[in-house]
């Protein structure tokens, strides 16, 4: 994988597991993720009910390398692409409903960090809930997907509680990452949230893939 641009580095603890490879092989493997998410929302701000529809796809591009006992992930490239969100805003003083300019709403995410947990390696994966409304409505959030290891929690309620379907468990074996020139994983969940201010809920379909490379 040729190294260029800027690199964002992060390191990730996990001991013990797989024996080192023999001080001649010195391995490092290119990581990709691709995937699709789609969601809607019904959610009330103060006076305003939002309601939306959204689809896009996330492509993630890096890679991760053996540190003593440790793995360090780089990140080379990132994107959101094929956005479609449709969003309208009806006010509940006034009856007025309109519709959000198309580009307003843009979705970010991060691959933090990979780890190893027992005989596999977990992918941190985190996308930034949206805010809603404003000052004088006080802020709704559209919650997004991410994985076991960004769980995070919600007004004080775990992720992971409201995984309705699948799991969210970003992880790969880590043993094949030595003993195979490629590894592919497919991982999908849904979650769905009902809560003070609404409803919403969302589907990710996602690939990992990780290609073994000697330097």
């Known amino acids: 994988m040729r190294k260029t641009g800027l690199f964002f580095l992060l390191a ?3 001991w013990g597991g797989v024996a080192d490879a023999p001080a001649h092989r010195k391995l490092w493997w290119p990581v990709t993720l691709t995937g699709e998410v789609n969601g809607t929302y019904d959610l009330r701000c103060g006076a305003l009910q939002f309601t939306g529809s959204y689809r896009f ?6 890679a991760m ?3 003593n006992g440790d793995y360090i992930l780089y990140q080379d490239s990132q994107r959101i692409r094929d956005m479609a969100w449709r969003e309208f805003q009806y006010d509940l003083t006034t009856g007025r409903m309109q519709e959000t300019p198309p580009g307003h709403r843009e979705p970010g ?12 390696l977990a992918f941190a994966l985190e996308m930034t809930p949206l805010l809603l409304g404003g000052a004088d409505t006080g802020p709704c959030r ?5 994985s ?7 007004a004080g309620r775990p992720y992971r509680l409201d995984v309705i379907e699948g799991s969210n468990r970003l992880e790969i074996p880590e043993k094949p990452c030595y ?7 497919t991982f999908t969940w849904t979650w769905r949230h009902r809560g ?12 990992l893939r990780v290609n073994r490379r000697e330097k």
């Open 109 to 120: 995410f991060k691959v933090g960090y990979v780890v190893r947990e027992g005989e596999a």
């Open 12 to 14: 990730g603890l996990c």
């Open 142 to 146: 559209v919650w997004l997907p991410r």
């Open 179 to 185: 003993s195979q020139e490629s590894l592919e994983k």
């Open 57 to 62: 796809h996330l492509e993630w591009r890096g």
């Open 148 to 154: 076991a290891e960004n769980s995070g929690r919600m």
């Open 65 to 67: 390398e053996r540190d």
């Open 196 to 207: 003070p201010q609404g409803v919403q809920h969302h589907r990710i379909d996602l690939e």
